[in-house]
Structure formats: structure tokens, C-alpha cells
């Protein structure tokens, strides 16, 4: 069941994961599931770390999700490092990785889909990302909802890296009444502040310092905003920043509500979270913080 | 919590379901859910028989599920008695009745939906009531999928009246790896081999006599598809024999595989349902038999 090679004990298949877990049911032992794409760097095991503090055992699955990717993105080219992953989780005190096949996610005759809103409901998963990346909520909410249901886990641990997406999960999650508790972990960031992720190796050098102002501007922002100053010109102001700083086109900064990502229509008078999606050459990024 | 007047408790909200469910789980017992739309009749009452031949305690939620209803549909007049429900449920053995609000079920900001395929991708939910009822299975796979991760029982119990129904939420219990057994069980008839349903109760006596004749005229076709008969002749001559028994109108007579309910070119030539919608009135009835 276990490869004998590996630092830690990787399962491949829903029916393994759910014995490992019931031996450790009938232990006593409460259940932690990180979901991960794998390709792991420091911001993931601070979840990792995270989830030792909630639970007795911490489960990893490293699954690169189709679903989530169109076709014109970087599915095929995602960074895959299984080994290294394993090795990075048993390093941190992770107890199994869960490396799923697609064939095992989605078998022949797979046709269920979960959607958190559309257009008229309105909700988390519209806009920003949602109209950057039109598949990758559906695939998020699908591989989520699958993946909880599968590890039957007490609670489940997400970056905050990907905000939006954290709050489509935690939308989608009460709405199905997935026993599962939900558990957001703040962004990992480098000594200048530049929030950890796997698409960082895709940067040359000279990116990387142009991507390492990206923290600081929107901290700018974010301060400009919780002062009071409109917010459209701040979302503006940010933007040109953030070109003149060398990323090649902004797709959006915005400044929304905290929760259900909701535009204002004049100044922050709520909790309020300021979110950017940059391109930097042909790499994406993205980052959030507090308002 | 439990209504002291009732002959078996009756809980109302998520968190007192769970509160029992643990109780129970604590002593070693194990859970079935059977869900139904009250209205209870000896058909539901199989289903609570088998259940308690499944696990130890027996949860029977009753909720006029609206999201399962289009606005044209009898959502308004769909029989509530819940108080004699409760008496019935307490004669079959059932422990304990979860019946939420709409309020409990569907909370302000609710926004996720649950899709079992679409004409694209084809499966149980296209065609016949997902046709004629566009509302239905959309509503079914999502008040199942809330219902199932809200009781967290190891089996779930569904009636083969509604046969289209039971396949879209294998299909979609599968696809979403919802860790609960489905069950399906035969339909309970009449003396007259009529299908119980608590839409029955709409019937005169006069209409009555008519739907008696249903059950018979669907054999007969059932029997000639399994002698070799090309299926679109069977599925025409049982349409029209349904009208000169006195329907109004048929919605579908339907030969189609058992599983995914897709078509038959010409022969049965894999395991087969036959599926019939017919009007008496205003009232719409179904049957279904293997063939």
C-alpha cells in the first residue's frame, strides 16, 4: 500500500486514505487534510504546521487538479515533484501524503458538477479570479467537496495565498453541510515580503526583483484605502503602480469585502481584503492581504 | 430539543441531528437516513423496514424540498401531515424524524448548486423527468448531497418509484465520494399492483379506477422489450394503450438502460427499466418496472 522508499507513507487510492484514517479513528486520533497541487515550498508547510496544531494526524494530498486548469493553461507544465514533496512532508511532521491518479479522482462516467453561484446569485467565486480563470472554481469547489468527503477529516487547512478561493470553499462547504472545519492559514512570505508560491520557479532573476515589489505597493494601497480614499482610485492608482514597477499587465487590483468578495461602491465600510492578479513575462501572480 | 408531545423525537436543526447521531455513534450504533418528503405511506414505511434492517437506529428527515419544485409545480399544496407522519414513523420503528425549515436547509446567502451532468456529457439526470421537470434532479442532488453530509449515516435508503431519481444519486454520491451507502428498494403496490405515492391522494375514485390499469399495461410492454420487440414500437403501442385506458396525456413511456438511463438503438440488449409519466386530471403519475 505504502511505497517502502518514500519518507513517509503516500496512498494513491480513496479506499487506502479511508483505512489509514479508520485505524486512526479507532485510535482515538483526530484527522487533519491539507489539500495541496504539491509542488511544495515553505507556504505550504506552514500549513502543514498549522494542521499538527489542530489534529493528532495530518494527511497531504498532492493532487494536480484538471478540472481546475482550461485548456489554454499551464496543466501540462505545472511543476511535479513527488519525492522532494514527500520528503519536504515528512521533514515537516506530516503523517501521510494522498496522491490520488486522475483516473482515481474522475473514473469513466464522472458527470457530477458543484457550482458555488452564478451571475444572478452573485457570491465569492464571481469576477477577479472567477473571470480570469472561468474553470477553476467549478474545479476547486468539485476536487474540494471530493476531497473532504473522501478523508473525512475534522478540518481542513487552505492559504490564504489564494483568498478567493479560501472563501468559494468555505461557501461551498456550509452550503453542503461538509462536516469539515475550515481553517485559512496567512500568506508565507520571503524576507521582502514576496508571497511563496509554486509558479515563483517560472521567474528569471530579473522578474523576481520586479515581482518582489509587488507586496509593498499593495501595502500602499491597502493603507490608502482603510484611510478613506475612494476606492476606485486607489484600485487605479495601485495598477499603474504595479506596471510602472515592470509587470508586463495587471489583471485586476481590487478592494472587496472580506467574505463574500463584494465590490464597494464608494469607500471600505466594511471588513475589506485588497487582491491582485499581475503578469510578469508569462507567469501569473497573485497576492492579498488585509485592508 | 424534541417535541414532548410527539410519539418519536423530532429534531429541527443540523446541529441537534448531530448532537443525537454522536450520541449514538458513542455507543456503538450504527445510523440509516431515510429521506423523505412526508406525506408517508406504506411505500415510505418499506424504506424504514429496511432500514432497520441496515443499522441500529433509524433517522427519517421529512422535508418539501423547494429547490425540486419549479414555480408552476405543486410545491404549495404538496400534502403536509406531519403529525400523523410522526405516528406512522413511530409504528415502523423509525428513532428519531429530522424535519428543518426551508430557513435551516436554504440560509440567507446560499448560493451552491449540484449538477449531475448535462446534455453534454449525458447520464441518469437528462431526459424523461429531468425533461419534463427541469427543476427536479437539480433540487434532488443537492437536498440529498446537504441531507447525507448532515447525518453522516453509513446507509441511506431510497424507494424505486423513483427510479430516475435513485440512479442520479448513486451517480452523484460516487462522483462526490459522499462516504454513505445508497439502497433502493421495490416499489410497494396496491392489491391492484398500483404504486403507492402520496400524490395518490389527489385522485377521485373515478381517476382512480384508471390509474389501477397503469401498473398492468406497463408489464405487458416490459414483457414484449424482453421477448425482442424493437423498443420504439413497445414504448408507442404502451402510449397508446395508457390513453385508451383513460389518461389524459403521457409525459413518456420509456425503455432504457437500468443504470444511466441512456437509449436503446432498437433491442434491449442490457439490463432495462421501463419508465412511464402520465396525467389523470391534474395529477401526474409515475411507475417503473425492470424489464
Do not use: C
Amino acid at each position: 500500500m505504502t511505497a517502502t522508499t518514500s519518507p513517509l507513507p503516500i496512498v494513491r487510492t480513496v479506499s487506502d486514505l479511508r483505512d489509514v484514517v479508520r485505524d486512526w479513528r479507532k485510535q482515538g486520533l483526530s484527522v487533519a487534510l491539507v489539500p495541496t497541487m504539491g509542488a511544495l515550498h515553505d507556504g505550504h508547510l506552514t500549513l502543514v504546521a498549522e494542521a499538527l496544531r489542530q489534529a493528532d494526524r495530518v494527511v497531504t494530498s498532492v493532487f494536480v487538479n484538471p478540472t481546475q486548469f482550461a485548456p489554454t493553461e499551464d496543466l501540462d507544465t505545472y511543476p511535479r515533484r513527488e519525492a522532494r514533496d514527500a520528503e519536504l512532508l515528512a521533514g515537516a511532521g506530516a503523517h501521510l501524503m494522498y496522491a490520488p491518479t486522475a483516473d482515481q479522482m474522475y473514473p469513466d462516467g464522472f458527470i457530477t458538477t458543484v457550482t458555488v453561484g452564478d451571475a444572478q446569485t452573485g457570491g465569492p467565486a464571481q469576477d477577479l479570479e472567477g473571470a480570469a480563470r472561468p474553470q477553476m472554481f467549478g474545479g476547486v469547489a468539485l476536487v474540494v467537496s471530493k476531497l473532504l468527503n473522501q478523508a473525512q477529516a475534522e478540518v481542513a487547512i487552505f492559504g490564504e495565498k489564494d483568498w478567493q478561493q479560501l472563501m468559494v470553499v468555505r461557501r461551498m462547504v456550509a452550503d453542503l453541510d461538509i462536516p469539515t472545519r475550515i481553517i485559512g492559514v496567512p500568506i508565507a512570505r520571503d524576507a521582502d515580503g514576496f508571497a511563496l508560491s509554486s509558479r515563483n520557479a517560472y521567474l528569471s532573476d530579473d522578474e523576481l526583483s520586479v515581482a518582489r515589489k509587488l507586496n509593498g505597493l499593495l501595502a500602499t494601497a491597502a493603507e490608502k484605502a482603510a484611510a478613506g480614499e475612494p476606492v476606485a482610485a486607489v484600485e487605479q492608482a495601485a495598477s499603474d503602480a504595479i506596471v510602472a514597477a515592470g509587470f508586463d499587465r495587471v489583471d485586476y487590483v481590487a478592494i472587496r469585502r472580506a467574505d463574500d468578495l463584494s465590490v464597494f461602491t464608494a469607500n471600505v465600510d466594511a471588513p475589506a481584503r485588497i487582491l491582485v492578479a499581475a503578469w510578469l513575462g508569462k507567469t501569473r501572480l497573485i497576492d492579498n492581504m488585509a485592508v
